[in-house]
């Protein structure tokens, strides 16, 4: 789906709501970002680009080909992080049979030895961290939930988060709810982000930009990283 197209999944009579109750204002970017990569695994995108329907009869919770085509968008923003010297930090799932609680009750295929295989958990190869970015491990969607995260953030001095990565309607929701709550400048790079079907894309990217986070196209997460990098 091209640049901005999802905003017109959403009715009209709904955005009129969001707009006549004054939902929807900016917040920016702080001075401090780090590139949040959240769950750019095997397991979620599967291991070659292909339909959705495909892919997740060998990895469930796969998103298929939607995945593929943010992975190489995350790829090319990764190089100007670098280039920006912010701090990368990576988050990925890791399910065990006995800690998965309530969750294997909605969401079965997360327990699947397809899915908790050490090649299913790894970080595609295309974007594998470099030596020295921060690894984030748990156990739901948040990356905040029962992580360090938080204090890594304020060790860091970070107060922007630049958020990339999968789903648009779990764990990007979930981590960009608690990033609001903490106070941090959630900021969503728009082609860098997807989920299994562009209905619940669409709607969490709306709702998200009304409220918590501000969805930015990458060029313009790009041009801020260059700002920083001029400084």
């Not at 949040?36 to 919770?61: C, F, H, N, T």
Request: glycine share 8%; net charge neutral; proline share 6%.
């Amino acid at each position: 789906m091209r640049h901005g197209k999802w905003r017109d999944l959403i009715p009209e009579e709904v955005k009129q709501v969001y707009q006549g109750a004054g939902f929807g204002g900016r917040l920016g970017f702080g001075r401090r970002p780090a590139l949040l990569v959240i769950d750019m695994q095997v397991a979620q995108i599967g291991d070659k680009p292909e339909p959705v329907l495909d892919s997740v009869r060998k990895y469930p919770l796969s998103a298929g080909e939607t995945g593929w085509t943010a992975l190489e968008e995350i790829r090319e923003l990764l190089k100007d992080a670098r280039v920006a010297r912010i701090p990368i930090i990576y988050t990925l799932i890791e399910h065990e049979p006995f800690d998965r609680g309530l969750w294997k009750s909605k969401m079965p295929p997360s327990g699947k030895p397809s899915e908790t295989a050490a090649e299913a958990r790894a970080i595609v190869k295309e974007i594998a961290p470099h030596k020295g970015d921060v690894i984030i491990r748990k156990k739901r969607s948040s990356a905040f939930f029962g992580t360090p995260l938080l204090s890594y953030l304020h060790h860091m001095e970070v107060d922007t988060l630049l958020i990339t990565g999968c789903t648009t309607g779990s764990c990007v929701r979930s981590t960009v709810l608690d990033a609001s709550q903490n106070n941090f400048y959630p900021v969503i790079v728009e082609e860098c982000v997807f989920d299994r079907s562009w209905i619940m894309h669409a709607f969490n990217l709306f709702e998200m930009d009304v409220k918590w986070a501000d969805v930015v196209p990458v060029g313009g997460v790009k041009e801020y990283l260059r700002s920083l990098s001029a400084k």
